[in-house]
């Protein structure tokens, strides 16, 4: 890795998640830079959607901490509260396993969907 | 026995001006049941959130588990013993709004809940508030799903009515019944109120076919 002055975009440590008596999350910990490429491998059911859940704040998590962009999204069992998550959220792009896409709006919608109505950019901006 | 219409046709305007009237309350109701529906719906979305459930629960379960004939006679002359005197008019459109409301939250709840929960977190997870992505993601799809069912609602909304002309309104089944009161033509009164009656319900099920062709067209569904 080079130069230690890396921004930091996502860290995790020391988080767990339990479905009821599943452990799903065992104290993860996880650090991602700026322009670093992570891949999370696992076999099926070993959590990978459910870490990245979390990170998006769709999940709430028992134990741990997890910071994004210098943000502490969730700590101590809380989550960061709903109006700053919604903030942070507009930052972070996120692919579902099933995609979700919107199927009462068109390509373009949907792709622009996000930026038009949250930060309230016109169509032309949000389609570059 | 020979069936004579005569009454009928000189009476058709009688007719006509009671099936305005029978249109007119039940208009105003569906807007009133349909406000409802949609508040009552929402209120009932999450039953985590134990205040807003239990009140929309009490709502629904007390109207539809009591007769509207009785829901109305309270509001008709059950309040004036309260001092509370409302127009039989109003009394009609508040009865049959609140009972339809019941029915339509629970087509509205309905329609939101079978909306795939990923729609939701892919627009929560693109900074939307809860309420936007209702909004803009959630409401358009549901609202294609609500239209038969509020079809079969709105159906039985008219058809319910008629229970109106037994607050002194005079809607197409009361001015039936005056016209009875003179020319003792039972039989051929109540077939021409059932045949308006059925005009009324089919044309309202034929616009919402259209409407439901329109919006599928447009894009709101795949
Ligand atoms: N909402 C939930 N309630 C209960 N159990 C859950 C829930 N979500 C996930 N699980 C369980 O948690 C475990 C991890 O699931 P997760 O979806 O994170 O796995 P994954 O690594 O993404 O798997 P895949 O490779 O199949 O996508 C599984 O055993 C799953 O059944
Ligand atoms: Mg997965």
Redesign the interface.
Known sequence: MSGSAQELVLAVSNLSKSFGPTRVLADVDLSVQASQVVVVIGPSGSGKTTLLRCCNGLEVADRGRIEVCGTTLFSDGRLLHDSELNALRTRVGMVFQSFNLFPHLTVLQNVTIGPRRIRRKTLSEAAE | MKLDFGPVWANWSDLAHGAMVTVEVTGAALVLGCLLGLLVGLLRLDPRKRVRYAVGSVYVTFIRGTPLLVQLFLLFFGLPQFGIVLPAFFCGVLGLGIYSGAYQSEIVRGAIQSI?K??M??????????G?AMR??IL??AI?RMIPPLGNEFIALIKNSALVSLLTISDLLHEGQKIISVSYRSLEVYLAVALIYLLLTNATGFALLRLERRLRVG????
């Open positions: 795939d990923g729609q977190e892919a627009a929560r997870s693109l900074g939307m508030s809860h936007m803009a993601i358009p799809q294609v894009g709101l569904v795949q």
